[in-house]
């Protein structure tokens, strides 16, 4: 059974990093395009970023661009969110999702065309 775990959470200081990782199991996610959205109360789930099979491809919402950097280790089934000078807005659940199609990065940003998802991390920037 297909299954995203993520991790690396945590309530820090605007201005602060964190770096969340999901690791994926379960089927092959490797040619997949994997993606970090995230949540607020009485919202939908916002797209952060995306990154393509092999890496070498990323995307961003404006909002978190020059600020966030998605990878990917395929070796270890583990795509990571790197996070840097935070700001009380990013305060919400992020949560790790991969694209059951392979070798298509079309809708990326579109959390309706994920078809795995991890439970969410919290994260929590105070100002």
């Known amino acids: 059974q297909a299954q995203l775990v993520e991790s690396g959470g945590g309530s820090v200081q605007a201005g602060d990093s964190l770096r969340l990782s999901c690791v994926a199991s379960g089927r092959v996610f490797s040619n997949s395009v994997m993606g970090w959205f995230r949540r607020v109360p009485g919202k939908e789930r916002e797209f952060v970023a995306a990154i393509a099979w092999l890496g070498r491809t990323s995307f961003y919402a404006d909002s978190v661009k020059g600020r966030f950097t998605i990878s990917r280790d395929n070796a270890r089934n583990t795509v990571y969110l790197q996070m840097h000078s935070l700001k009380p807005e990013d305060t919400a659940v992020y949560y790790c999702?991969?694209?059951?199609?392979?070798?298509?990065?079309?809708?990326?940003?579109?959390?309706?065309?994920?078809?795995?998802w991890g439970q969410g991390t919290q994260v929590f920037v105070s100002s």
């Open positions: 999702g991969s694209r059951g199609v392979q070798y298509d990065t079309t809708y990326y940003e579109r959390a309706d065309r994920y078809d795995y």
